[in-house]
């Protein structure tokens, strides 16, 4: 196992062991542990008590963050003629059709979400081993295979995200960076929790937040009380 550092140690110190700490505290506890030079993301990791295997125990959705994610989100419009002024207005990155079809079919992937139309979704349907195992295939459940782009792309830019359940019953999400105020953090993390609440699948039974934990990305985990939240 590799050995903590010097700022790894002092980080963990401050974080007692087997305290389960408040959402409002964690978030302000954060702040104080993220030692990088660099503006670090802010993580959330929560356990649930599904089995994702089964279709009735998934949770998939999409939450609209606050305090947005911090980073200025890549976004691919793949879109008609007709739709592409209504895209570059709503600010996204990339615009057009075939061409990028093209791109992405040569490698290219350098973007965090990519939205389309329901028309469109023939062509990128081939494209699924490139694009479905880093999460970039549009969905109509998350809101990217829509004919409002315009739309689509402003809400995707103001902090948007989707999240899914994994294999083992945890949903990660970057919601914000270390230099947002802790009030900001807590919201951002509060919005996504509940939204996972509202999400409880009927045949999910027992214990459904099992566990939450706070990060950034260099700092050791805050565990959370998830009967606080």
């Not at 027992?206 to 009380?225: C, E, F, V, W």
Request: no cysteine; glycine share 8%; proline share 5%.
């Amino acid at each position: 196992m590799a050995k903590l550092t010097k700022k790894q140690k002092e980080a963990a110190s401050k974080i007692e062991k087997n305290r389960l700490y408040t959402l409002r505290d964690a978030s302000a506890l954060l702040k104080t542990v993220a030692s990088a030079k660099f503006d670090e993301s802010v993580d959330i990791a929560v356990r649930l008590g599904v089995d994702p295997r089964k279709a009735n125990q998934m949770v998939r959705g999409v939450v609209t963050l606050p305090h947005g994610t911090g980073k200025d989100t890549r976004v691919l419009a793949l879109v008609t003629p007709d739709k592409e002024e209504e895209a570059k207005a709503a600010g996204a990155d990339y615009v057009g059709l075939d061409e990028y079809l093209q791109k992405i079919k040569d490698g290219w992937t350098d973007v965090d979400v990519i939205i389309t139309m329901p028309a469109v979704m023939g062509k990128l349907g081939p494209l699924g081993r490139v694009l479905g195992p880093r999460g970039l295939m549009p969905n109509p459940k998350t809101g990217t295979v829509t004919m409002d782009v315009a739309k689509a792309v402003t809400e995707v830019k103001a902090g948007k995200i989707d999240f899914k359940v994994d294999k083992t019953g945890i949903v990660h999400a970057g919601i914000g960076k270390v230099s947002f105020e802790a009030d900001k953090i807590y919201d951002n993390a509060h919005e996504i929790i509940q939204t996972l609440i509202k999400l409880k699948p009927t045949a999910a039974k027992g214990t459904y937040i099992k566990s939450i934990h706070l990060s950034s990305t260099m700092s050791p985990a805050i565990a959370l009380d998830p009967k606080a939240v």
